[in-house]
């Protein structure tokens, strides 16, 4: 089965990432709504059974969507039973996953049943994650990114309704919870929609084709189970090493930056067959697309890790309120610096996995994983949730050099050198707004981010002329 032409795909990531930050801007007014009708406590709660639930969301992609791209674009496999064997493979783990988070759930928050009651609630929403990203690869290989952009923004919305109705009634906590639920089954929904529309995709029961299927993916399992742990880890151990409090500012600051991971994400899914079959056949063609993968992302990733530490008071007070900006500005800008690491990782991971080094990232993967835990666990107690944004930091920095040298060394120039040369003095632009601009926090925001922008074009970053090429091959 063919790849989309490059036309197609720049279209697939401009409709997917289109489509997220339309979702970003629905979660964003929910996190200013929660935060305003919760106050630090309430908030604190909810991220405490969210990111707890998180952590166990690798086991819902298991990877399995990568290696069925994998093997359908790289080596021409069915699509359809392929799929059937993810199907029911991810299904047979994922029920035994709910009643162990549920119970580690009554030993870790035995003394709040808020926390408990959210979490099982929460946990519900593992199953319909699980079975929607079963259809991922349905769209990644017949190129549908449309119906892939639709169901994260169906779940999305449903999800902003329910909080409107739940602030307007004054219906509680509880509410939030049911609210976060409607994510993942909004992308249920649509995404069974779309495997019906392609054919007729069923689970397939073959005991040693699932095996074979399960061994293949386990390595990044687990590479997809520690890249979210990563993120969710940290959450966790405040809530056991410091104060609801705390917990709510760290959540609030990964659930503002944590979102423009949807660049990294879009990225990363449209490409998946693009990489899988580039790596099978072209070096060359497989070394330009990461290339321009990379180029699309710094875009993103480089203001977040310069420009948000500056600007991080501001956003707090317009995504949430004047009394969580004593708590959540110093933990917003140092978690912006470790999302933007990570977003350029994401996309040199995918790259690796499609050319089947993935157990070196298993083993890189651990190694960071391990240095993360034990920064959490000497610098929670002293510094709260800046303790743990500080050790996001670290492991996401280490992942990304040697991410970086496993690319140069196996693919040579496949770097945006003259992109990153060009971010510089537009950054700079950025930076100098910030410092002179001293006003409205609305004011400072939209200067500054005018600025940047105002800087990738002078600076040749981005191109008007490129942009309309663009759009005229999506079209």
Not at 428 to 435: D, K, M, R, Y
Request: charged share 10%.
């Amino acid at each position: 089965m063919g790849v989309a032409d490059g036309g197609v795909l720049a279209r697939g990531v401009m409709t997917v990432t289109g489509a997220r930050v339309l979702g970003l801007i629905f979660s964003l007014v929910q996190v200013k709504l929660a935060v305003t009708y919760l106050g630090p406590t309430g908030y604190g709660l909810l991220m405490t059974a969210t990111l707890f639930v998180n952590s166990f969301g690798a086991w819902t992609e298991l990877g399995m969507g990568n290696v069925v791209v994998r093997r359908v674009s790289g080596r021409g496999m069915d699509l359809q039973r392929q799929v059937g064997l993810s199907m029911t493979v991810s299904m047979l783990i994922v029920f035994p996953m709910v009643m162990v988070a549920n119970m580690a759930a009554r030993l870790l928050y035995a003394d709040q049943p808020l926390v408990q009651l959210g979490i099982a609630i929460l946990s519900v929403g593992l199953i319909a994650s699980t079975w929607a990203l079963r259809y991922a690869p349905v769209a990644q290989v017949h190129s549908r990114f449309g119906h892939y952009a639709a169901a994260d923004l169906i779940g999305r919305a449903l999800s902003l309704a329910l909080v409107g109705v739940t602030v307007a009634m004054d219906l509680g906590l509880v509410w939030f919870f049911l609210a976060q639920l409607m994510v993942p089954v909004g992308q249920m929904i649509a995404m069974t929609r779309l495997g019906k529309l392609i054919g007729g995709f069923r689970p397939v029961w073959n005991r040693r084709e699932m095996w074979d299927l399960l061994r293949e993916t386990l390595p990044m399992t687990y590479i997809a189970a520690v890249g979210v742990l990563y993120f969710t880890i940290d959450g966790v151990m405040l809530s056991q090493l410091s104060t609801t409090e705390q917990v709510g500012a760290y959540g609030m600051a990964y659930r503002i930056v944590g979102n423009f991971t949807i660049v990294s994400a879009s990225i990363a899914s449209v490409l998946a067959a693009r990489f899988a079959q580039d790596a099978a056949t072209e070096r060359a063609a497989f070394t330009t697309t990461i290339r321009s993968s990379l180029q699309a992302v710094l875009i993103v990733a480089a203001p977040l890790a310069v420009l948000v530490m500056g600007l991080a008071p501001d956003v707090i007070i317009l995504l949430g309120s004047k009394e969580m900006a004593g708590l959540a500005s110093g933990p917003l800008g140092l978690v912006a610096i470790g999302v933007g690491i990570g977003m350029m990782s994401a996309v040199m991971s995918a790259a690796l996995i499609a050319d089947y080094q993935q157990r070196i990232l298993t083993i890189l993967n651990t190694a960071n994983l391990l240095l993360n835990i034990t920064a959490n666990i000497v610098l929670i107690p002293m510094y709260g949730a800046t303790g743990a944004a500080i050790s996001l930091i670290m492991s996401e920095t280490s992942g990304f050099v040697i991410c970086l040298a496993l690319l140069i060394r196996r693919y040579g120039q496949c770097l945006p050198v003259g992109t990153v040369l060009r971010l510089v003095p537009a950054l700079a632009v950025g930076l100098a707004t910030e410092a002179l601009i001293d006003g409205h926090w609305g004011v400072r925001i939209l200067l500054v981010g005018l600025a940047y922008g105002l800087g990738l074009l002078v600076f040749r970053v981005v191109a008007l002329k490129d942009v309309r090429t663009l759009m005229k091959r999506g079209g």
